[in-house]
């Protein structure tokens, strides 16, 4: 009987183990063109650089539902692991692409996964989304990394040189953007930590997203700053990479070194809640001087706080609301506008 119960676990571990190979072995065979076929844009981007067409035009219009892109990436010194790609939508701001009429293979972190021991180089046909508008563009940005990137540092780990990338850009009318130049969130809230990991406690500017503690892994790098009540410093805001690591151990929790967090600046400002509500164009955040620290303690509703992330964009935080202290529930409310 015993026997018998080994021979079908066996079977059964070779039949998952086969169908998880079967379903990791997709290496986005479908996004390569076929001999023939047309494109609105063709973009070539190499380690080289000779012959390259980094730099692709194109005109939308009301016929236009995508633009089939052709994307050819090459190198002669570095293998490519992942392809990012970002869209910029009437200049309102970048933001990871989102493939929605492709099935593609993709990383957690939504990176295109170059799947291969030696991807050296790889050509894909890309249907790019082109909304309808009068005015305005559509700005593509794609780059090869050698790992894991990172959508707001083109640097990080680029395969083929720390500012290579590509880029589409489809016009509308004059090409004019009548994006604000900031990102607005409101009512965001953002959990007390709890030791399981289950509290969403840390927040990304970039896609808008506010995540859990046990996500930490691929998403950790994403994060810009996170919530804790201290037993002194009360409600508090830190950067990811400068969080108390007796509360949370951040770079332990995303298998990451503590270079590879965001940095974030603190500071309570002079302006006023009525200030902050006027606040509607990047330029209105131009006078935030970066602040010292990456930490902010002994917050209270309608502090308005200065704000630096690592990327040098300035912004302002209102504190909405505390909730509780440091328990299942507890939580901070916050409003913030941010350059983008």
Same mark, same amino acid.
């Given at each position: 009987?015993?026997t018998?119960l080994?021979l ?12 998880t190979?079967?379903?990791s ?5 479908? #996004?390569?063109?076929?001999d @023939?076929e047309?494109f609105?844009?063709?973009l ?5 650089? &000779?012959?390259?067409n980094r730099?692709?035009n194109v005109t939308?219009g009301?016929?236009n539902?995508?633009i089939?892109s052709?994307v ?7 293998s490519m692991?992942?392809l ?8 309102? *701001? ?5 493939f929605t009429s492709?099935?593609v293979d993709e990383?957690p !972190?939504?990176s295109l996964?170059?799947?291969g ?5 790889f050509?894909?046909?890309?249907? $790019?989304?082109?909304?309808?508008m009068?005015?305005g ?10 790992g ?6 083109i /640097?990080?780990r680029?395969?083929? @040189?720390d500012n290579?990338?590509g880029t589409? /850009?489809?016009?509308y009318g #004059?090409g004019t953007?009548s994006?604000? *130049? ?8 953002l959990?007390?930590?709890?030791a399981?990991g289950?509290?969403?406690t840390?927040i990304s $500017? ?15 790098? $994403?994060?810009d ?6 037993l002194?410093?009360?409600?508090? #805001?830190?950067?990811?990479n400068?969080?108390p690591?007796?509360?949370?151990d951040v770079?332990?929790?995303g298998? &990451?070194?503590?270079?590879? =967090? ?5 500071g =309570?400002? /002079?302006k006023?809640?009525?200030e902050?509500e006027?606040?509607?164009?990047r330029s209105?955040?131009?006078?935030? &001087?970066?602040p010292?620290?990456?930490r902010?303690?002994?917050l209270a &509703? ?6 630096v !992330? ?5 912004? $302002?935080?209102?504190v909405?609301?505390i909730s509780?202290t440091?328990g299942t *529930? ?5 409003d913030?506008?941010i350059?983008?």
């Amino acid at each position: 009987m015993n026997t018998m119960l080994k021979l079908k676990s066996i079977v059964t571990l070779l039949i998952i183990a086969t169908f998880t190979f079967s379903c990791s072995s997709d290496d986005n065979d479908d #996004l390569i063109p076929t001999d @023939g076929e047309i494109f609105d844009a063709e973009l070539i981007v190499s380690e080289s650089g &000779v012959g390259d067409n980094r730099t692709v035009n194109v005109t939308g219009g009301a016929t236009n539902t995508s633009i089939k892109s052709k994307v050819k990436f090459s190198s002669t010194t570095k293998s490519m692991r992942r392809l990012y790609i970002t869209q910029n939508i009437n200049g309102v *701001g970048e933001e990871p692409y989102v493939f929605t009429s492709q099935e593609v293979d993709e990383k957690p !972190d939504g990176s295109l996964d170059l799947v291969g021991g030696d991807k050296k180089d790889f050509e894909f046909k890309i249907d $790019l989304p082109t909304p309808s508008m009068a005015n305005g563009t559509i700005v593509y940005k794609f780059w090869a990394t050698t790992g894991r990137g990172d959508f707001r540092d083109i /640097t990080k780990r680029n395969a083929l @040189g720390d500012n290579v990338l590509g880029t589409i /850009t489809v016009k509308y009318g #004059l090409g004019t953007n009548s994006g604000s *130049g900031i990102k607005s969130f409101t009512q965001t809230i953002l959990s007390a930590p709890l030791a399981d990991g289950s509290s969403k406690t840390f927040i990304s $500017l970039f896609n808008e997203t506010v995540y859990k503690i046990n996500q930490g892994e691929e998403f950790a790098a $994403l994060w810009d700053f996170g919530y804790y009540y201290g037993l002194t410093g009360k409600a508090s #805001l830190a950067s990811s990479n400068n969080y108390p690591t007796n509360i949370i151990d951040v770079p332990t929790i995303g298998g &990451v070194t503590a270079d590879e =967090l965001n940095k974030a600046y603190f500071g =309570l400002s /002079t302006k006023t809640v009525a200030e902050f509500e006027a606040i509607s164009n990047r330029s209105d955040l131009d006078f935030v &001087v970066q602040p010292a620290n990456q930490r902010i303690n002994n917050l209270a &509703v309608n502090n308005i706080i200065d704000f630096v !992330d690592n990327y040098g964009n300035k912004g $302002l935080i209102k504190v909405v609301e505390i909730s509780g202290t440091d328990g299942t *529930g507890d939580f901070i409310k916050l409003d913030i506008k941010i350059q983008n």
